[in-house]
Every structure is written in structure tokens, then in C-alpha cells.
């Protein structure tokens, strides 16, 4: 009988151990193992993502996953890392924004609730409590900040995973990508919402297929896409608070039938669906998906989303990006041709060498391989229903320029009677200090902080050094040009004009679900006349003695 029993429990674990070296994709490894809270408890199933299973049975080096905000992604990213630990004794680097609080929320909120609720994932690992280190046999999960390098140089992974990469340090990704350079099998799977063009998981899509989810239509048979709010949904009421809004519904684009979000388990089950790639001759691959597709998300919910969007550029900002997992920049958000154009012709002139001492003169630089500097001229209009001297004041760019160390700055100080100069603070602080001495009382160091209150933060009492807002600056500065209040010369370069378009003002929301602005740079992008234009609308205020301070210790 003893015998029986050992003979019974040695067969059914060589047959588990079959099964389990069987399972070569991520998609069954998730069907057997894993277990899911709310809003769909129990086993895993693609039933309510279907377009999950693809992604999870993904190879390519590269994958992407630009999408809208809760379509599955993350789980899919924790799938295939469980798996890779699991089954291929692969060890994983997990890759988040920053180290705390990111790293720690997404151990207690995804991972700890994963081995809680899957039997088998609770006996694999077997060391848990450290929040950035989970070990499971000769494998382990690394979790990780991008703002880190030192984190990012210090593991060899085979599976990289960069969950929300439009908010990460995006010039530590490549440092990242080097701990797969020395394994065999590899694979980087990015995701995240965009942001704008060309910046954070938009610039990793386009370098892959581009796919989207199609799916055949209930009403025509044909296969279409839930791709454009436009034509594929439609709003039946003006206003959000209207009790109509809720009949709002999606139809197809092709036949115009109406497709019911109560049946979309029927008419986006994987047997009818397929990703279709825009660039299907592209080696790596990416999946791009909206929440018109979720199972959660009612077609009045994206009607609220689109209405309240005509009102607020925030809300315009949430409905492309978090809704509509598309890039976007709103009207206004930059300094774009038209707005330089319109600049050149109310000023009309050229750019000097020098200027006599009868204008009021400020001068911004910034600082990298070049030293680039503006310098503009000031006039008043004391007609301006205003006390804040910046909206009263109109610019006259006189010079724009680049050179390559400090000492030549100090030329241009006494060509052009500078009143006041703000110089970037960073990254060579000495040398900037140096200047900022030789010309004691007319020039400043600048640091862009973060919680400024007031405009300027005198920060220490031997350095002429001053701390300011960097996105509410910007928004004086480049709102400046987008509202012809700057004339600009007609030999204006290249390479001013291209920098001052560089940065694009997007909006996201914080922890508690208020909306914040900041400017981002477009990638490859350089900014340095923008921040010396920023400099220079700084320098103006300090120079006709209207600067504030208090003591400030956040800086970035």
C-alpha cells in the first residue's frame, strides 16, 4: 500500500514535471499559474484582454507597448517576468520612473498580491522582503529606478522591462539596455502612456512594427479598428452632467452599425481579432490600443472625457495620452514657425554688435559643449493693467550666439552695457560663479528648482546665485513669442529657431489627481537657446531690483 502510494505521488510529479517543462509560452505559463484579484477574480484569461495574448507570446528583442492607461500592459509585463524567473531561470530587471516611492508601490500593490494569490508563485521564490531584490532559486527580479545609474550598472538581466518610460531619466535607458548585452536569449519590453512625439516610448514605437487591434465587425463582417473617437464614437448629449450623455455608443466606421459595449467579449474574442502592423517589415514589434477597447471603460465615459477635453487643455492633454494612448501636443503648447514669423515682422531688424547705454539690456545664457547667449533690449507700456514688470515689458532681441568659454561672455557684458545677466547654474557651476563675480551686482547664477512659491530664491549670501521655477518661467518666456510680445531680428539662425521649438508643455497629473505642467524636450532635440531666452526674461525683474527671496532647499 506504501509502495502504491510513492509509486502515485512519483508519477503525478514527473507528470507535473513534464507539463511544466512543456509550457514555452508566456500565454500558458499565465493560464496555469496565474491568479487575478478585482475586477476579474480568479484564474488568469485573455476573455476581458484579448489582445494580451499576443503580446505575452512576443520574442522580438525589442517590444513596445504604447497604450492607454489600464489596458492590461503591466500585468502582461509581470507575467512574462514570473515566467522568465519561473520556467527559464532567467534572471529579470524591472525598471520603474524612480526608486521609491515607484519600486516599493509596485511590490506591494502588484508582486506581493501575485504570490499571495497563485499557490505555486507563493512556493517559488523564497526570499521576498527585500523591496528592489526578490530571489527565486538561481533566478531573481531586480526592481529598479531609472534616475539611478549605479542600480542600472549593477546586474545582468536576460528580460529588461520599463514600465512608464515617458516618465523615466530617458539618458539612462541606453545604460539599461547594457545589462542584456551578454545573454543569448533577451528581450526589452518597454510600455508606457505617451507623452508627445518623438519623446519616451513614442520614439522605442517608431522604431517597430506600429500595430493595431482589429477586430470583425458584429454588423458588416469586415475588419475594422476602434481607432478614431470621432468616427467611432457617438456623443448624445453637450454636457457631462446631462443624464443623456450615458446613451452615448460606438458604431463602426465602415457600415455605421452600432457596436454594443455590452457584447464586446463577443466581438473582440480573440478567434475573431488579429493585430495588423502598419509596418509589418520591421523586425521588433509594438502594440498600440485605446480604451475605446476596454471591458471597464463605457462609451459615455470616453463622451465625458472628449467633452470636458474642448474646455481644458489639461483634460485635452488626459484624453489623447491616458484615453486615447496617442501622442499629442495642444494649441499653444509651443513656439512653432507662425509664432516665429509673426516675431520677425514686428521687428524687422538685424542683429547688432554693440549697443550704446540707452536701453535697458538683460542677457541669458545657457551652458553645454557651447556657451549660447541672447541678448534682448526692454521697452514699457505703463498702459499694462499690471504690477508684474514682465507683462508689462516688450523684448527686442539684439544678438544671439555661441562661444566656447566664459571669458569671452565677458566682451559682450561691456559691448552691449548689460544691465543684468542670469546664467545658467549647471553643470559648470565654477566657472559660472567666476563670471558672476567678475561682474558683482549684475550677474546671477540660476537653478531651476521645483516648489517655488515666490519668483526668485536668493539662495546663498557670498554667491549670487537664485533659484526659480523652471515650468512657470518657461510658460513667461516662450509665451512671450507664441503672443508676439518679442521682436525678433530677420537673420534670426537656424539654430535658434530650432531650439526655441524644442520644448513642448505637457500636462499630467499628480498623486492626488490635480493637473501639473512642465516642458519636455523633444528627443534628440537641443534647448539651449530656449533656456537662454528663459535666462535673459529672468534677468529683467533682477536687474530693475524686483526680485523676492526666502531661503528654499529643494533643488533639481
Given at each position: 500500500?506504501?509502495?502504491?502510494?510513492?509509486?502515485?505521488?512519483?508519477?503525478?510529479?514527473?507528470?507535473?514535471?513534464?507539463?511544466?517543462?512543456?509550457?514555452?509560452?508566456?500565454?500558458?505559463?499565465?493560464?496555469?499559474?496565474?491568479?487575478?484579484?478585482?475586477?476579474?477574480?480568479?484564474?488568469?484569461?485573455?476573455?476581458?484582454?484579448?489582445?494580451?495574448?499576443?503580446?505575452?507570446?512576443?520574442?522580438?528583442?525589442?517590444?513596445?507597448?504604447?497604450?492607454?492607461?489600464?489596458?492590461?500592459?503591466?500585468?502582461?509585463?509581470l507575467?512574462?517576468?514570473?515566467?522568465?524567473?519561473?520556467?527559464?531561470?532567467q534572471?529579470?530587471?524591472y525598471?520603474?520612473?524612480?526608486?521609491?516611492?515607484?519600486?516599493?508601490?509596485?511590490?506591494?500593490?502588484?508582486?506581493?498580491?501575485?504570490?499571495?494569490?497563485?499557490?505555486?508563485?507563493?512556493?517559488?521564490?523564497?526570499?521576498?522582503?527585500?523591496?528592489?531584490?526578490?530571489?527565486?532559486?538561481?533566478?531573481n527580479?531586480?526592481?529598479?529606478?531609472?534616475?539611478?545609474?549605479?542600480?542600472?550598472?549593477?546586474?545582468?538581466?536576460?528580460?529588461?522591462?520599463?514600465?512608464?518610460?515617458d516618465?523615466?531619466?530617458?539618458?539612462?535607458?541606453?545604460?539599461?539596455?547594457?545589462?542584456?548585452?551578454?545573454?543569448?536569449?533577451?528581450?526589452?519590453?518597454?510600455?508606457?502612456?505617451?507623452?508627445?512625439?518623438?519623446?519616451?516610448?513614442?520614439?522605442?514605437h517608431?522604431?517597430?512594427?506600429?500595430?493595431?487591434?482589429?477586430?470583425?465587425?458584429p454588423?458588416?463582417?469586415?475588419?475594422?479598428?476602434?481607432?478614431?473617437?470621432?468616427?467611432?464614437?457617438?456623443?448624445?448629449?453637450?454636457?457631462?452632467?446631462?443624464?443623456?450623455?450615458?446613451?452615448?455608443?460606438y458604431?463602426?466606421?465602415?457600415?455605421?452599425g452600432?457596436?454594443n459595449?455590452?457584447?464586446?467579449?463577443?466581438?473582440?474574442?480573440?478567434?475573431?481579432?488579429?493585430?495588423?502592423?502598419?509596418?509589418?517589415?520591421?523586425?521588433?514589434?509594438?502594440?498600440?490600443?485605446?480604451?475605446?477597447?476596454?471591458?471597464?471603460?463605457?462609451?459615455?465615459?470616453m463622451?465625458?472625457?472628449?467633452?470636458?477635453?474642448?474646455f481644458?487643455?489639461?483634460?485635452?492633454?488626459?484624453?489623447y495620452?491616458?484615453?486615447?494612448?496617442?501622442t499629442?501636443?495642444?494649441?499653444?503648447?509651443?513656439?512653432?514657425?507662425?509664432?516665429?514669423?509673426?516675431?520677425?515682422?514686428?521687428?524687422?531688424?538685424?542683429?547688432?554688435?554693440?549697443?550704446?547705454?540707452?536701453?535697458?539690456?538683460?542677457?541669458?545664457?545657457?551652458?553645454?559643449?557651447?556657451?549660447?547667449?541672447?541678448?534682448?533690449?526692454?521697452?514699457?507700456?505703463?498702459?499694462?493693467?499690471?504690477?508684474?514688470?514682465?507683462?508689462?515689458?516688450?523684448?527686442?532681441?539684439v544678438?544671439e550666439?555661441?562661444?566656447?568659454?566664459?571669458?569671452?561672455l565677458?566682451?559682450?557684458m561691456?559691448?552691449?552695457?548689460?544691465?543684468?545677466?542670469?546664467?545658467?547654474?549647471?553643470?559648470?557651476?565654477?566657472?559660472?560663479?567666476?563670471?558672476?563675480?567678475?561682474?558683482?551686482?549684475?550677474?546671477?547664477?540660476?537653478?531651476?528648482?521645483?516648489?517655488v512659491?515666490?519668483?526668485?530664491?536668493?539662495?546663498?549670501?557670498d554667491?549670487?546665485?537664485?533659484?526659480?521655477?523652471?515650468?512657470?518661467?518657461?510658460?513667461?518666456?516662450?509665451?512671450?513669442?507664441?503672443?508676439t510680445?518679442?521682436?525678433?531680428?530677420?537673420?534670426?539662425?537656424?539654430?535658434?529657431?530650432?531650439?526655441?521649438?524644442?520644448?513642448?508643455?505637457?500636462?499630467?497629473?499628480?498623486?492626488?489627481?490635480?493637473?501639473?505642467?512642465?516642458?519636455?524636450?523633444?528627443?534628440?532635440?537641443?534647448?539651449?537657446?530656449?533656456?537662454?531666452?528663459?535666462?535673459?526674461?529672468?534677468?529683467?525683474?533682477?536687474?530693475?531690483?524686483?526680485?523676492?527671496?526666502?531661503?528654499?532647499?529643494?533643488?533639481?
Amino acid at each position: 500500500m506504501l509502495n502504491h502510494k510513492l509509486q502515485k505521488v512519483l508519477t503525478q510529479r514527473v507528470a507535473a514535471g513534464l507539463k511544466r517543462r512543456s509550457i514555452s509560452k508566456n500565454s500558458d505559463w499565465a493560464l496555469q499559474y496565474r491568479v487575478m484579484g478585482q475586477p476579474f477574480p480568479g484564474k488568469w484569461t485573455f476573455k476581458w484582454h484579448p489582445w494580451l495574448r499576443d503580446m505575452h507570446d512576443c520574442t522580438t528583442e525589442l517590444m513596445t507597448g504604447m497604450k492607454a492607461a489600464q489596458m492590461g500592459y503591466t500585468e502582461t509585463a509581470l507575467n512574462k517576468a514570473l515566467k522568465a524567473i519561473d520556467i527559464d531561470g532567467q534572471s529579470v530587471m524591472y525598471i520603474l520612473p524612480a526608486s521609491k516611492p515607484d519600486a516599493s508601490d509596485f511590490s506591494s500593490s502588484r508582486f506581493d498580491p501575485a504570490l499571495e494569490m497563485s499557490p505555486h508563485l507563493a512556493k517559488l521564490f523564497t526570499s521576498v522582503k527585500n523591496v528592489q531584490h526578490k530571489r527565486a532559486g538561481n533566478a531573481n527580479l531586480y526592481l529598479r529606478g531609472s534616475k539611478s545609474r549605479s542600480q542600472l550598472k549593477s546586474v545582468p538581466a536576460g528580460l529588461m522591462i520599463f514600465d512608464e518610460v515617458d516618465e523615466m531619466s530617458q539618458k539612462n535607458i541606453p545604460l539599461a539596455f547594457e545589462r542584456m548585452s551578454g545573454q543569448k536569449v533577451k528581450q526589452a519590453f518597454m510600455l508606457s502612456t505617451p507623452t508627445i512625439d518623438g519623446i519616451g516610448i513614442s520614439k522605442w514605437h517608431q522604431q517597430t512594427t506600429d500595430e493595431q487591434y482589429s477586430f470583425k465587425c458584429p454588423r458588416c463582417n469586415r475588419m475594422i479598428m476602434l481607432d478614431d473617437h470621432e468616427k467611432n464614437l457617438v456623443i448624445t448629449a453637450d454636457d457631462i452632467l446631462d443624464p443623456e450623455i450615458e446613451n452615448s455608443y460606438y458604431v463602426c466606421a465602415e457600415c455605421g452599425g452600432i457596436l454594443n459595449h455590452e457584447e464586446k467579449v463577443k466581438w473582440l474574442a480573440y478567434e475573431n481579432s488579429e493585430w495588423v502592423a502598419a509596418f509589418p517589415e520591421r523586425v521588433n514589434r509594438g502594440f498600440n490600443i485605446n480604451q475605446m477597447y476596454s471591458m471597464t471603460v463605457k462609451p459615455s465615459d470616453m463622451a465625458k472625457a472628449v467633452i470636458k477635453a474642448e474646455f481644458s487643455p489639461e483634460e485635452e492633454q488626459e484624453l489623447y495620452n491616458s484615453k486615447l494612448g496617442k501622442t499629442h501636443a495642444v494649441k499653444g503648447a509651443r513656439v512653432d514657425d507662425e509664432h516665429i514669423e509673426a516675431c520677425t515682422l514686428i521687428g524687422g531688424h538685424t542683429k547688432i554688435e554693440q549697443s550704446p547705454n540707452t536701453y535697458f539690456t538683460t542677457m541669458g545664457v545657457d551652458i553645454g559643449k557651447w556657451i549660447h547667449f541672447e541678448i534682448d533690449q526692454w521697452f514699457f507700456d505703463d498702459s499694462m493693467l499690471t504690477f508684474d514688470i514682465n507683462l508689462m515689458a516688450k523684448s527686442k532681441l539684439v544678438m544671439e550666439n555661441k562661444v566656447r568659454d566664459f571669458e569671452e561672455l565677458d566682451r559682450y557684458m561691456n559691448l552691449f552695457n548689460i544691465n543684468y545677466c542670469v546664467v545658467d547654474a549647471e553643470p559648470e557651476t565654477r566657472k559660472a560663479t567666476e563670471f558672476a563675480n567678475r561682474f558683482y551686482g549684475r550677474v546671477s547664477i540660476c537653478y531651476y528648482a521645483r516648489g517655488v512659491q515666490k519668483k526668485f530664491i536668493n539662495e546663498h549670501t557670498d554667491t549670487p546665485a537664485i533659484s526659480v521655477d523652471r515650468t512657470s518661467w518657461l510658460d513667461a518666456s516662450l509665451g512671450r513669442i507664441i503672443g508676439t510680445r518679442c521682436m525678433l531680428p530677420k537673420d534670426l539662425s537656424m539654430e535658434y529657431k530650432t531650439h526655441i521649438k524644442s520644448l513642448v508643455r505637457i500636462y499630467k497629473k499628480d498623486a492626488d489627481g490635480n493637473p501639473v505642467g512642465s516642458y519636455v524636450k523633444e528627443a534628440n532635440a537641443a534647448d539651449h537657446f530656449a533656456h537662454a531666452h528663459n535666462y535673459a526674461e529672468i534677468a529683467l525683474p533682477l536687474g530693475l531690483g524686483l526680485a523676492q527671496s526666502k531661503n528654499i532647499e529643494d533643488r533639481v
